[in-house]
């Protein structure tokens, strides 16, 4: 009786527990999968001021993006303007895609946000929107940032699609 027993206990004990959970994962969560590479987002370049980037725009075509220029001038107390110029050509058509300043914003060397603007005059010729459908089309013109003294040098200005970066430029240090 007692082989039986010392039979049984081992031949339990060589049972794999496949049936087992980690009892930090919740019975029922789907496993973690890798990202395949082919829906995974690129890299996002960073680039000096006056670099030009080929941005594909997941299927809407692809295009030219230049920033130049990073000029400071002050505004209000502890304030100033960065102004830059946006040069965007497109390459090759997709379905039609809008852009403009709706699509840049800075972040400067304290980490924070800043989208950009186009209704002042320091901004002028003003970047506007465009509706992007036809290869060769181009946009060319200034817009702003407007931010704290001092937090500029350092920044990028990130071309933005919602919250996917496309692309940044950093401002000299």
Not at 5 to 20: F, K, T, W
Not at 75 to 101: C, M, N, Q, S
Not at 116 to 129: E, K, M, T
Not at 161 to 172: E, K, M, R
Request: glycine content about 10%; some cysteine; charged content about 15%.
């Amino acid at each position: 009786m007692r082989r039986t027993c010392l039979r049984l206990l081992l031949a339990v004990a060589l049972i794999p527990l496949g049936g087992c959970v980690d009892p930090a994962t919740p019975q029922g969560a789907p496993e973690a999968t890798a990202v395949p590479k082919e829906t995974a987002a690129p890299p996002v370049p960073v680039l000096r001021l006056g670099q030009e980037a080929a941005i594909d725009l997941f299927g809407n075509g692809l295009a030219s993006v230049t920033v130049t220029g990073a000029d400071l001038s002050p505004r209000a107390a502890g304030r100033e303007y960065l102004v830059v110029t946006v040069d965007i050509k497109l390459l090759k058509a997709g379905k039609p895609v809008t852009g403009g300043p709706e699509n840049f914003i800075f972040r400067d060397n304290a980490k924070a946000t800043h989208p950009a603007q186009v209704s002042d005059q320091a901004a002028s010729p003003q970047l506007r929107s465009v509706n992007f459908t036809t290869v060769g089309q181009a946009s060319h013109g200034r817009l702003f940032f407007d931010v704290p003294t001092g937090t500029a040098s350092g920044g990028y200005v990130q071309l933005v699609t919602g919250n996917l970066v496309h692309a940044v430029w950093q401002t000299a240090t």
